[in-house]
């Protein structure tokens, strides 16, 4: 190319829409995913965020405040709320079902500024394809696990046809190409709680809809998994990338800089800092977070621990991102005084460490 050409405005660039459902877990790799579409590929990206809830998260928040430049991510509206009983996994196909009409708007707007590329949707989002369908682009999924778990997605109506039983009360292990054997006790809870339930029924829904895509890329690479090239082969009618790490490497909001934790590790002798997390969504009631609070005080060990405000009901109760406490305080649950304490010997986070 030669050197005076002027770069094509990003109106113009060939677009790729991303639908992410509310899983708080998938948005960071999702921007991130688009992040990369724009500075390493020259291509416009539009990132849709099915939310689950009306107002939004704290989490989500944080993410909008720091999206790269290039990327533009938009919030859904969400949809009427089903009741407080209804499953995490209902909810959220309701929130991804329910946007797809937002979903087709937006993409029959862009591409009468630039050519739409592709729809990227995650394993929940899949309904979306009858847009690109409408559209003639591809679909892709973007798994946002490791390929592990998407093996067990592509593989599960065969395991589930030929099965005897109950999944819980399994002997053999299930052996998947390129991966070590999987147990009953480490499979997902939805294909535990007996395959008559509609927990089973929604999870095996979803595996199926992988078949309906046009090519899945998966967030992991060869030295975290090393068999997952040869596994891939043959696993799929459909091409399968994988693209990770797609991590957040950058400051989560523009008020909050992580760096410091960084420091203070590398200040740490090796292999001496207890790393606590109970993943996106995880989530602990008042007198747990107390326990743990005063245990790990207890241990006078090195700790970082990644801490949600305590929810008395569900143990994901920030599946969907948290909401800021009645006080300015977002550490004013823990007990008084651990936070002083501790400063010398561990780092506690709210919501999310890098």
């Given at each position: 190319?030669?050197?005076?050409?002027?770069?094509?405005?990003?109106?113009?660039?060939?677009?790729?829409?991303?639908?992410?459902?509310?899983?708080?877990?998938?948005?960071?790799?999702?921007?991130?995913?688009?992040?990369?579409?724009?500075?390493?590929?020259?291509?416009?990206?539009?990132?849709?965020?099915?939310?689950?809830?009306?107002?939004?998260?704290?989490?989500?928040?944080?993410?909008?405040?720091?999206?790269?430049?290039?990327?533009?991510?938009?919030?859904?509206?969400?949809?009427?709320?089903?009741?407080?009983?209804?499953?995490?996994r209902?909810?959220?196909?309701?929130?991804?079902?329910?946007?797809?009409?937002?979903?087709?708007?937006?993409?029959?707007?862009?591409?009468?500024?630039?050519?739409?590329?592709?729809l990227?949707?995650?394993?929940?989002?899949?309904?979306?394809?009858?847009?690109?369908?409408?559209?003639?682009?591809?679909?892709?999924?973007?798994?946002?696990?490791?390929?592990m778990?998407?093996?067990?997605?592509?593989?599960?109506?065969?395991?589930?046809?030929?099965?005897?039983?109950?999944?819980?009360?399994?002997?053999?292990?299930?052996?998947?190409?390129?991966?070590?054997?999987?147990?009953?006790?480490?499979l997902?809870?939805?294909?535990?709680?007996?395959?008559?339930?509609d927990?089973?029924?929604?999870?095996?829904?979803?595996?199926?809809?992988?078949?309906?895509?046009?090519?899945?890329?998966?967030?992991?690479?060869?030295?975290l998994?090393?068999?997952?090239?040869?596994?891939?082969?043959?696993?799929?009618?459909?091409?399968?990338?994988?693209?990770?790490?797609?991590?957040?490497?950058?400051?989560?909001?523009?008020?909050?800089?992580?760096?410091?934790?960084?420091?203070?590790l590398?200040?740490?002798?090796?292999?001496?800092?207890?790393?606590?997390?109970?993943?996106?969504?995880?989530?602990?009631?008042?007198?747990?977070?107390?326990?743990?609070?005063?245990?790990?005080?207890?241990?006078?060990?090195?700790?970082?621990?990644?801490?949600?405000?305590?929810?008395?009901?569900?143990?994901?109760?920030?599946?969907?991102?948290?909401?800021?406490?009645?006080?300015?305080?977002?550490?004013?649950?823990?007990?008084?005084?651990?936070?002083?304490?501790?400063?010398?010997?561990?780092?506690?986070?709210?919501?999310?460490?890098?």
């Open positions: 190319m030669g050197g005076d050409r002027e770069p094509s405005p990003a109106s113009a660039r060939p677009h790729v829409l991303l639908l992410c459902s509310p899983c708080m877990g998938h948005l960071i790799p999702f921007a991130e995913l688009a992040r990369r579409l724009v500075a390493d590929h020259g291509l416009g990206a539009t990132l849709l965020f099915a939310a689950a809830t009306d107002t939004p998260s704290e989490q989500y928040a944080s993410v909008a405040a720091s999206v790269p430049d290039g990327v533009k991510l938009v919030a859904l509206p969400a949809p009427p709320t089903l009741p407080s009983t209804a499953a995490v209902e909810r959220t196909v309701h929130a991804a079902v329910s946007s797809v009409r937002h979903v087709r708007e937006i993409a029959q707007s862009l591409t009468s500024a630039a050519p739409l590329a592709a990227v949707v995650d394993m929940v989002s899949v309904p979306a394809r009858d847009v690109a369908s409408e559209l003639g682009v591809p679909c892709y999924m973007f798994f946002t696990s490791p390929w778990l998407l093996s067990l997605f592509l593989h599960l109506p065969e395991i589930d046809a030929g099965l005897v039983g109950e999944y819980r009360d399994a002997t053999e292990p299930i052996w998947l190409p390129g991966c070590v054997p999987i147990h009953a006790h480490e997902p809870g939805s294909l535990l709680v007996g395959r008559s339930s927990s089973h029924a929604g999870f095996l829904s979803v595996a199926k809809d992988t078949s309906r895509v046009d090519g899945i890329l998966v967030n992991t690479f060869g030295a998994e090393p068999a997952v090239g040869d596994g891939m082969d043959g696993v799929a009618e459909l091409p399968v990338h994988a693209v990770g790490p797609l991590v957040w490497t950058r400051p989560v909001s523009v008020n909050r800089d992580h760096s410091h934790v960084i420091r203070w590398d200040q740490q002798p090796s292999g001496s800092v207890v790393y606590l997390s109970f993943g996106s969504g995880g989530t602990l009631t008042l007198r747990q977070t107390t326990e743990l609070a005063l245990a790990l005080e207890m241990t006078h060990r090195r700790f970082v621990w990644v801490v949600k405000r305590p929810d008395e009901d569900t143990a994901s109760g920030a599946f969907f991102g948290t909401r800021r406490g009645e006080d300015d305080d977002e550490l004013g649950f823990l007990p008084q005084g651990f936070v002083e304490r501790t400063s010398g010997v561990g780092l506690v986070l709210p919501s999310w460490a890098p």
